[in-house]
């Protein structure tokens, strides 16, 4: 069998305690098919071509920026997808969960942080405290009934944010190259003088190989802001399903901060899904394939549970 399920101990990690399964993708990128037969009862689902996109709306609010969304009515769960930093609804995760979400004919919403994309506000303001209250805006005044969310990168750490704040609305998380604590942990691995320098000039420019100049300059503000929204050194006290992506080949975010996120998680039914030969970004077909995947087998095993 090509795709093989693997226990916490064939990938070199062992949990402190029973918290669901490890699933490590050993084929290459273009052969996901033995993964996807294991659902024989229900074909996997198909993107459709290209369709209309939504169109673009503002969730206008009086004592914060304004929110860039798009949005598709249909069945519940509804489906939240929460972009990775910096990053816009635009990006392929997001559309081609779009694309399934009509597909399938359930609801669906993609939206931008303050400060980012469509949406209004000044980035140098920015803070994980304040796209917290952006992603629990668009839970409160957008969506309508239950919600899967989606979080990509440190759409991750804010998804279980909000999995924390709302757990009457959300029913179901997929973290995808999940950051939590992520800047705050690589800041404090940066040698001290290293530290005290970013903190005389106010900024610290951190190495990237996702942008243009190869560098994402974050303001100082911004880490020690974060230090306040970290999630890893207690128990985190979100119980419902939870499935948690992560390529191997990541050298932004290591694959092993899943399996803390897993570990810390109180809920019972977690899974990590490890992709061997995917970097960060996941956004290559397979890992769509096994993104769109996921979320279906989420939205079946939701609807067959008792209310």
């Not at 939240?80 to 399938?104: D, Q, R, W």
């Not at 994980?128 to 629990?136: M, P």
């Not at 919600?147 to 609305?169: C, D, F, N, T, Y």
Request: hydrophobic share 40%; net charge positive.
């Amino acid at each position: 069998m090509a795709g093989v399920g693997l226990s916490a101990a064939a990938v070199g990690w062992v949990p402190c305690r029973s918290w669901g399964r490890v699933f490590a993708s050993l084929v290459p990128h273009g052969n996901v098919g033995p993964l996807l037969a294991r659902k024989p009862q229900r074909a996997p689902p198909r993107l459709p071509a290209c369709r209309k996109m939504a169109s673009l709306s503002f969730l206008n609010r009086s004592d914060l920026p304004n929110l860039a969304y798009k949005s598709l009515k249909g069945k519940t769960p509804g489906i939240i997808f929460i972009p990775g930093y910096l990053s816009t609804m635009n990006g392929t995760k997001a559309l081609a969960i779009e694309e399934f979400c009509k597909s399938v004919g359930h609801a669906y919403i993609r939206f931008d942080y303050s400060g980012v994309g469509n949406s209004d506000g000044n980035l140098k303001d920015c803070t994980v405290g304040k796209w917290r209250k952006d992603v629990l805006s668009i839970l409160d005044d957008i969506a309508k009934g239950p919600q899967i969310l989606i979080g990509s990168s440190l759409g991750g750490w804010l998804m279980l944010h909000a999995a924390v704040a709302r757990p009457e609305k959300v029913v179901a998380l997929i973290g995808v190259a999940t950051a939590t604590d992520a800047l705050v942990t690589q800041f404090r691995q940066l040698p001290v003088e290293v530290q005290k320098e970013v903190e005389m000039k106010g900024v610290w420019s951190m190495p990237s190989k996702y942008t243009e100049e190869g560098y994402h300059h974050i303001q100082y503000s911004f880490i020690k802001e974060a230090e306040h929204h970290c999630l890893l050194h207690s128990p985190i006290p979100v119980h419902c399903p939870v499935r948690l992506l992560h390529g191997m080949m990541d050298d932004v975010i290591p694959w092993h901060t899943s399996m803390q996120v897993a570990d810390r998680l109180l809920s019972t039914d977690v899974d990590v899904i490890l992709r061997k030969h995917s970097d960060h970004e996941m956004k290559e077909k397979a890992d769509i394939q096994l993104l769109v995947y996921t979320i279906d087998d989420l939205i079946e095993k939701l609807s067959s549970m008792p209310q």
